[in-house]
């Protein structure tokens, strides 16, 4: 079935961000899935064959590392973690590798730590990067670089819905799509009589973040659960203008229906209009090191107008 808010998405959608959870990317035994790599591959060479640019944000380093090496279970020391995804991570890429191959096309390798998007100049590099292998007609893998990752000290993007919203946001992507093993965000809880999915969502506020668990603690969204994280990405994404739509990855060429503006999962729209490319990094990806205390005026300015700070504004730091 086709829409007309669906069909203006798929025809602004000259580039798209793709994250592809672990669920629909392996077996329910952690082994990755090769026919799932595959479809995927074929259908992101398609869209590029198309004229689209297409970022894929892949998780399933560390599941693929936990089947090479033998493990029988997952580690839960960091150090054997890390090194797991190590090896998951050049098996993940080859996978890719090969099955674009089959379609004329190279996997390009790209891995960021929260860093790299943190220091605007390498920020910055990171785009041109990514133009640079659109320009090649490669496809770019994207994947945080777990083995230098280190939770303790918050020096990690956290997980790969909100890598993938931060890719978003770095390319001015019009479309993001995440991929799970869940149609998209339902009314209810999806094992309850009656539960359906939500085809559109105007606006991510507090009673649709309640749907996926998403609380909040002295003012900061905290995610506790799958859907929740992809919440907290959409949300982000559709405040800096983008479209966001939640599918199941194991739907049959959803990329590609998506792209023919098909009703597929759920669609989120912009909450307003799109944001500067520099806000964007300020607003959702740069990580605060200290506080600016301004007076009244100066928040009305930036709160309600989406004005710039002026010094004057600032009382203190």
């Not at 029988?72 to 960091?78: A, E, G, I, M």
């Not at 085809?199 to 609380?215: S, Y």
Request: one cysteine or more; glycine letters at 10%.
């Amino acid at each position: 079935m086709l829409d007309a808010a669906r069909q203006e998405v798929a025809d602004s959608a000259d580039t798209i961000v793709v994250k592809v959870g672990t669920r629909a990317l392996t077996h329910p035994d952690g082994a990755l899935d090769l026919g799932q790599i595959e479809s995927l591959a074929s259908q992101v060479a398609q869209l590029m064959s198309g004229g689209r640019r297409v970022v894929l944000v892949s998780s399933g380093a560390v599941g693929a590392g936990i089947g090479r090496l033998g493990l029988t279970q997952r580690p839960t020391d960091l150090a054997q973690l890390q090194a797991a995804a190590a090896v998951g991570q050049s098996r993940l890429i080859e996978c890719y590798n090969q099955a674009l191959q089959q379609h004329g096309r190279c996997a390009a390798q790209v891995l960021l730590t929260a860093d790299d998007l943190n220091d605007r100049r390498r920020y910055l590099n990171t785009r041109n990067t990514l133009r640079a292998i659109f320009d090649y007609g490669a496809a770019p893998i994207v994947n945080e670089n777990d083995t230098v990752r280190v939770d303790e000290l918050q020096r990690s993007v956290g997980d790969n819905d909100r890598l993938a919203a931060m890719v978003t946001n770095l390319l001015r992507a019009p479309l993001l799509v995440l991929l799970s093993d869940v149609e998209g965000l339902y009314d209810k809880p999806p094992d309850r009589p009656g539960a359906r999915v939500l085809p559109l969502v105007d606006q991510i506020d507090e009673r649709v973040l309640a749907l996926a668990g998403v609380v909040s603690r002295d003012g900061i969204q905290l995610s506790t659960g799958g859907m929740a994280s992809k919440l907290l990405a959409a949300q982000s994404a559709t405040a800096a203008g983008e479209n966001v739509i939640i599918a199941n990855g194991r739907r049959r060429d959803v990329l590609l229906e998506i792209l023919r503006g098909e009703v597929v999962g759920t669609l989120f729209i912009p909450s307003g209009a799109a944001v500067k490319s520099r806000k964007r990094w300020i607003g959702w990806t740069a990580q605060p090191v200290g506080k600016i205390v301004v007076d009244a005026g100066a928040e009305r300015a930036i709160v309600e107008s989406g004005g710039s700070l002026l010094a004057v504004g600032v009382t203190g730091v």
